[in-house]
C-alpha cells in the first residue's frame, strides 16, 4: 500500500517516524463554511451574532483553538505538536446566507499542521451549529478544505473557489 503514509509494508496502521525530518516552519490554512437557511441568517445578522449562549464567532473562536490544540487526542496517528499559532477568522457572507471560518496554524516542528487547522475550522463550524440548531436543524457545514499548507517535503496551495 504504498503512498499511505500511515501503513507501513505489511498494510499495518502505523504512526509515522518523524525523527529523521528536518525542523522547518511549518503553516497550514483551512476553511468551513455554515450554511444558513435564509430566515435563519436574516435573524443572526440582526442581532450581530449574538445568542443567549454569547457570540457565535467569539465562543466559535476559542473553540477552534481549542480542537487545534486537542488534535493528537482527536485523531490517532497525529502527532501531539507544541502550536506556534492558532488563528481564526469569520466573514459573513449575505448572498450566500453563510458564515466562512478561516483558520491558520503555525508549528516550528518535524510535521506539518493541516490536520490542526482543519480541526480548528471544523470545530469552529461545529460550535456555530451548536450555537445556532435551537432557530433551525437545516444549518449545513460544507466546505472543510485545506486551502494552504507550506513547510516541509512540499508547500500545497488549493486552485479551486477555495476562498
Known amino acids: ?32 463554511v455554515v450554511r444558513f437557511p435564509p430566515q435563519v441568517y436574516q435573524a443572526l445578522r440582526a442581532v450581530n451574532g449574538q445568542t443567549k449562549k454569547g ?23 497525529c502527532h501531539p505538536l507544541p502550536l506556534d499559532k492558532v488563528g481564526l477568522q469569520f466573514s459573513y457572507d449575505d448572498g450566500q446566507c453563510c458564515l466562512n471560518i478561516i483558520s491558520e496554524c503555525r508549528v516550528t516542528h518535524k510535521t506539518g499542521v493541516e490536520m490542526e487547522a482543519l480541526t480548528a475550522a471544523s470545530i469552529a463550524a461545529l460550535t456555530i451549529y451548536d450555537m445556532c440548531k435551537a432557530l433551525s436543524h437545516e444549518i449545513v457545514i460544507e466546505r472543510v478544505q485545506l486551502l494552504t499548507k507550506s513547510g516541509g517535503k512540499s508547500d500545497f496551495t488549493r486552485t479551486d473557489d477555495a476562498d
Open 55 to 77: 457570540a457565535i464567532t467569539d465562543v466559535a473562536h476559542i473553540a477552534g483553538i481549542m480542537g487545534a490544540k486537542q488534535t493528537a487526542q482527536l485523531i490517532p496517528l
Open 1 to 32: 500500500m504504498s503512498g499511505f503514509s500511515h501503513l507501513d509494508g505489511n498494510g499495518d496502521v502505523n504512526m509515522v517516524d518523524v525523527g529523521v525530518k528536518s525542523v522547518t516552519t511549518r503553516s497550514a490554512r483551512a476553511q468551513a
